[in-house]
């Protein structure tokens, strides 16, 4: 090749040498920094980094449970049950509601006071077995106790056992307990075996309201006829210094309901009613009046009916 045709070559070489080559070179060091910065720039295990390679925090758990120094973050769930748990509101119990209460319950009659008492039915002409009176205010007396408690009630029994209480013995025994409520359960009697029905006696103002109360939820709760609620001059319920009830739960008089009454079972069910109406009366507003503290003998200025005049075979007050 002679000096004239190696001239182009020369300046061929040295324009790649001077101009090509470098702008290569760099080139391919603002890749090599492009692809750095998108590295950089991408999540890795819930952590950002910089090029430096330090964690950037974002304020966001990592996604793999690990902290941006690589260690386990804290397990957030509680095992086992523990006390970290979030747990649901507690409900209220409403199975305390005469907790702070104190009811006297009476059983009417008992010892050699056998009160009302019947034959139950017997086949074929046969003497079927004596049901008194006493013993069938205990039996409901005491499952109507065991209730009232299970609400948190403070009961007081006149009696609970079968033995004889007298009168006077009943209202100082309630008086000096100062209950929120006294309850005497008895069962009656007629001269008719087809009557029926409940009553609900009370002699003082102050003691309209749980009579009332406790009539109601026997109406309903046994269910029973109703057949009045009235004001008598009844020994317990005159000379009590707080509400004082006398409930007649019913009729041993009409067979079918003498045969209920000596059920377990249907005893269990006026013991229900008669505590819902406790319940009743003594979340009711109306169990905030006033007590009656006078115990002067009230004389018993209802008109009783002729019917009535016959239902009654409960002690009234001898002062009256």
């Given amino acids: 090749m002679n000096s004239k045709n190696m001239g182009p070559l020369v300046l061929l070489i040295a324009f790649f040498t001077l101009v090509l080559a470098p702008i290569a070179v760099l080139s391919g060091r603002l890749l090599d920094a492009t692809a750095n910065e998108s590295k950089a720039a991408t999540p890795n295990s819930g952590t950002l980094t910089r090029g430096d390679g ?3 925090s974002t304020g966001q758990s990592p996604t793999n449970g690990n902290n941006a120094d690589g260690k386990s973050a804290p397990n957030k769930t509680p095992q086992n049950g523990s006390d970290q748990a979030v747990q649901p509101a507690r409900q209220a119990d409403d199975s305390l509601t005469l907790k702070g209460k104190t009811i006297v319950i009476d059983a009417g009659h008992g010892g050699h006071d056998a009160g009302a008492s019947r034959r139950l039915p017997a086949a074929n002409g046969q003497q079927g077995a004596l049901v008194m009176e006493k013993d069938i205010n205990l039996a409901v007396a005491l499952d ?93 319920t005159n000379h009590a210094t707080v509400p004082a009830v006398l409930a007649e739960i019913g009729y041993l008089s009409k067979p079918a309901k003498l045969v209920l009454l000596n059920t377990p079972a249907y005893q269990e069910r006026v013991a229900s009613a008669l505590a819902q109406g406790v319940v009743d009366y003594l979340t009711d507003t109306c169990s905030q009046g006033p007590q009656n503290m006078s115990l002067n003998p009230l004389a018993d200025t209802t008109v009783v009916p002729e019917h009535e005049q016959n239902v009654l075979e409960i002690i009234e007050d001898p002062e009256n």
């Fill in 144 to 236: 109507l106790a065991a209730k009232l408690r299970a609400r948190g009630a403070t009961v007081v029994m006149t009696r609970s056992t079968d033995v004889f209480v007298t009168l006077p013995d009943r209202v100082t025994m309630s008086n000096g307990v100062k209950p929120d409520l006294f309850l005497s359960v008895h069962s009656n009697a007629h001269t008719d075996k087809t009557f029926d029905g409940i009553e609900t006696y009370y002699t003082h103002a102050s003691s309209q309201c749980p009579a009332e109360r406790i009539q109601n939820a026997m109406v309903s709760g046994i269910p029973e006829t109703g057949n009045w609620v009235r004001s008598r001059g009844l020994y317990v």
């Fill in 54 to 56: 330090k964690a950037v």
